[in-house]
């Protein structure tokens, strides 16, 4: 799978963000420390959910990035999420996070789902789930994705919730639908 990249204008998305953002497995070290980081923001300060945000799934799991690029420079990683397998075919995702600044807009989460879906379908993923707290279960049914079955974790309400495989990769045809605008928008 070659990584997502696509430009983000001041017009395009209400001056959310002026730049480049790339969604790719995390690689460099910086990226690394960046995605934990965020993942502690999120799930461990901000949300109080995890006192601790690490577990056993991350020694065997694929670290997902969403980076803020400007002027053709790596700056920051906004987004994270996480991919693994748990039997042949059979793959999860979690800890989907977005840096607070940047949540008023639903593209990089977008963008990380259909990265990490699409990732593990190329590494033979036949079913992809994952536990989605139930605020955001109509979210993820916007994003190709069926409610299984209601679960407590952490003492909150969640949601197993499945992919459905053949709407992906989504996100090539919501970029190219946008370059036009773009282009409109660099005049």
């Known amino acids: 799978m070659a990584e997502l990249a696509f430009a983000l204008t001041h017009d395009t998305f209400n001056d959310f963000l002026a730049g480049e953002l790339r969604v790719k497995p995390a690689s460099e070290a910086w990226e690394r420390s960046g995605y934990y980081a965020l993942r502690r923001a999120v799930f461990s300060d901000e949300q109080r959910l995890l006192e601790q945000d690490k577990d056993e799934r991350d020694f065997q799991a694929i670290a997902i990035v969403a980076v803020a690029h400007q002027c053709g420079m790596p700056e920051q990683v906004i987004g994270a999420v996480r991919i693994?397998?748990?039997?042949?075919?059979?793959?999860?995702g979690g800890r989907l996070c977005v840096e607070r600044r940047y949540r008023r807009h639903a593209m990089i989460g977008k963008a990380l789902v259909n990265e990490a879906v699409s990732r593990a379908i190329d590494l033979g993923c036949e079913t992809f789930l994952a536990t989605v707290q139930q605020a955001n279960e109509s979210y993820f049914h916007g994003l190709h994705w069926d409610s299984l079955e209601a679960l407590e974790l952490l003492g909150q309400p969640h949601v197993l919730m499945q992919a459905r495989l053949p709407e992906y990769p989504f996100m090539a045809r919501q970029v190219a639908m946008l370059r036009p605008q773009v282009a409109r928008h660099a005049h």
């Open 84 to 92: 693994y397998s748990t039997a042949p075919g059979v793959w999860y």
